[in-house]
C-alpha cells in the first residue's frame, strides 16, 4: 500500500526557499499522479501543484508561477516542490497526495493517500 512521507519545511525568512521531498514507499509512483497541497490556520486546504505520470508538472495559482516548481523522479520515488522568493502568506501546512490517474486534479478529494505534512512558516 502506497505510503507518503513528506519532508524539507522549516522557518524561512521572506524571499529565502525551500525544498520539499515527498518520498513514496509500500508501491512505485508510476501509475500515480502526486499532488502538493497547503492548509493554512482557519483556510481551506488548497491545490498549488500536481505532477502527472506521464510527465507533465503543473503549477495552479497563477500567484505562485514562477516561484513554485513541481518535479519528479519516478526512479527514486520522490517528487519535490521547490519554493522560491517565499512570502509570509506562504505560511501553511504542506501535504503531498496521491492519485491512481494519469491526469492531474486540484481537488483535496480526488486524493486518497496522503501524507503526514510539513510545516512552513515565512517570518521575519
Known amino acids: 500500500q502506497l505510503q507518503l512521507v513528506e519532508s524539507g519545511g522549516g522557518l524561512v525568512q521572506p524571499g529565502g526557499s525551500l525544498r520539499l521531498s515527498c518520498v513514496a514507499s509500500?508501491?512505485?509512483?508510476?501509475?500515480?499522479?502526486i499532488g502538493w497541497f497547503r492548509q493554512a490556520p482557519g483556510k481551506e486546504r488548497e491545490g498549488i501543484a500536481c505532477?502527472?505520470?506521464?510527465?507533465?508538472?503543473?503549477i495552479y495559482p497563477r500567484s505562485l508561477e514562477g516561484r513554485f516548481t513541481i518535479s519528479r523522479d519516478n526512479a527514486k520515488n520522490t517528487v519535490w516542490l521547490q519554493m522560491n522568493n517565499l512570502k509570509s502568506d506562504d505560511t501553511a501546512v504542506y501535504y503531498c497526495?496521491?492519485?491512481?490517474?494519469?491526469?492531474?486534479?486540484?481537488?483535496?478529494?480526488?486524493?486518497?493517500?496522503w501524507g503526514q505534512g510539513t510545516q512552513v512558516t515565512v517570518s521575519s
Open positions: 509500500g508501491s512505485t509512483l508510476d501509475s500515480y499522479t
Open positions: 505532477f502527472s505520470p506521464t510527465g507533465r508538472g503543473t
Open positions: 497526495a496521491a492519485r491512481r490517474h494519469l491526469v492531474c486534479n486540484s481537488h483535496s478529494y480526488n486524493y486518497d493517500r
